[in-house]
């Protein structure tokens, strides 16, 4: 299946965010609306909450609203997201020491239950979990801040990810996207995308050129040249 494209709005203008969300329904621009939501605790910094996620869903015009809680407590704020307007909810491995319970919980709001991985954290630690699980998000980067540079080392964490997703699926007949986030650009997305990556988050690549909807299309055009062939 072709890979979806979620823009992060995070790299997006604050004072058009209405106008950016809208701009993205264009038809062959955005599949999905990513939110990174922080904290300053579980990262070292603080994005946006509760009130700018309810006005991002305004304009999301039914695209999913991919929301990523990068906070400690995560499982506190669960209800609040989901009634915000949030269609899939990731909360990180690192911040969740009951995560079952969590991922009960997100899929109780109907929501989609995603787990993100840390660069540090290793891909076997959901050996346990993954069949609770409806998205893996493995970070290219060090979650907190925009614009860093991508961690070679993902391309590596990325086929070990799918192949536990390929074993898992055909023991449970169920589905499990597998979203990376941080770095992606027209450079390394067919690279990504060729290890098995099915969701990929782009920001700076984005909203950095003066024209978002143009650059998901040629994001696009490059994903589309190694398409995964595995789901």
């Known amino acids: 299946m072709a890979p979806l494209l979620a823009p992060s709005l995070l790299a997006a203008d604050f004072g058009r965010l209405s106008d950016e969300t809208a701009l993205l329904r264009t038809p062959g621009a955005a599949d999905w609306l990513h939110c990174d939501v922080m904290d300053g605790r579980f990262v070292p910094n603080i994005s946006f909450g509760l009130p700018v996620v309810e006005a991002i869903s305004r304009s999301a015009g039914g695209l999913p609203l991919d929301v990523h809680l990068m906070i400690e407590e995560p499982g506190r704020y669960l209800d609040a997201f989901a009634r915000a307007g949030a269609t899939g909810l990731t909360v990180h491995y690192e911040a969740c ?3 079952h319970r969590v991922l009960e919980q997100i899929r109780a709001l109907g929501c989609l ?3 993100a991985l840390n660069p540090h954290t290793p891909v076997a630690v959901l050996a346990d979990i993954i069949a609770d699980v409806e998205l893996v998000l493995i970070m ?4 907190g801040f925009g614009g860093q540079n991508f961690i070679e080392h993902t391309y590596q964490k990325i086929a070990e990810a799918r192949a536990l997703i390929e074993r898992t699926s055909a023991r449970t007949g169920r589905p499990i996207r597998l979203q990376v986030d941080g770095g992606v650009g027209e450079g390394n997305i067919g690279r990504l995308v060729e290890a098995g990556a099915d969701v ?3 920001g700076s690549s984005v909203f950095g050129g003066g ?3 143009a650059a998901l299309r040629n994001l696009r055009r490059a994903a ?3 398409q995964y062939q595995g789901q």
Do not use: Q
């Open 97 to 99: 020491p009951h995560l």
């Open 113 to 115: 239950s995603g787990v």
């Open 140 to 143: 290219s980067v060090n979650p």
């Open 200 to 202: 990929l988050v782009a």
């Open 211 to 213: 024209d978002p909807v």
């Open 224 to 226: 589309a040249e190694k």
